[in-house]
Nanobody, 123 residues
C-alpha cells in the first residue's frame, strides 16, 4: 500500500505563488507516475500536472501551462508542484495521486490518493 500526504496549501493573493509537496511512503517501488489533481467548489475533479517517475516526463493541463511546474525527487519519493501567477480560479482542493501506470492521467488510473490540501486564491 502507498500513503500520500500533501502539504503547502494556504491562502494566497492573486498573482502570488505557492509550492505544494506530496510525500509518498509505503510500497513506493510500485509507483510509476505521480500527479496532481484539483477540485474546485461545485466542479468536478480535474487533472493539473503529472510526472513519469522513470524518465521524468511532465504533463500539464492547459489551465496551468506556463504557470505550474511539477518536479520529483526519486530518492525522497516526493513530488512538488510550483504554482505561480495564481488566479482566483485556481482555488481548489489539490490532491496528490500515484499510479502504477506511466502515461495515463485519468483519475481512473490512479491507484492511491492523498487527502488533499486546500489552496485559496483571493482577488
Amino acid at each position: 500500500q502507498v500513503q500520500l500526504v500533501e502539504s503547502g496549501g494556504g491562502l494566497v493573493q492573486a498573482g502570488g505563488s505557492l509550492r505544494l509537496s506530496c510525500a509518498a511512503s509505503g510500497r513506493t517501488f510500485s509507483i510509476n507516475s505521480m500527479g496532481w489533481f484539483r477540485q474546485a467548489p461545485g466542479k468536478e475533479r480535474e487533472f493539473v500536472a503529472g510526472i513519469s517517475w522513470g524518465d521524468g516526463n511532465t504533463y500539464y493541463a492547459d489551465s496551468v501551462k506556463g504557470r505550474g511546474t511539477i518536479s520529483r525527487d526519486n530518492a525522497k519519493n516526493t513530488v512538488n508542484l510550483q504554482m505561480n501567477s495564481l488566479k482566483p480560479e485556481d482555488t481548489a482542493v489539490y490532491y496528490c495521486a500515484s499510479s502504477r501506470y506511466r502515461r495515463n492521467w485519468s483519475e481512473y488510473y490512479m491507484n492511491y490518493w492523498g487527502k488533499g490540501t486546500l489552496v485559496t486564491v483571493s482577488s
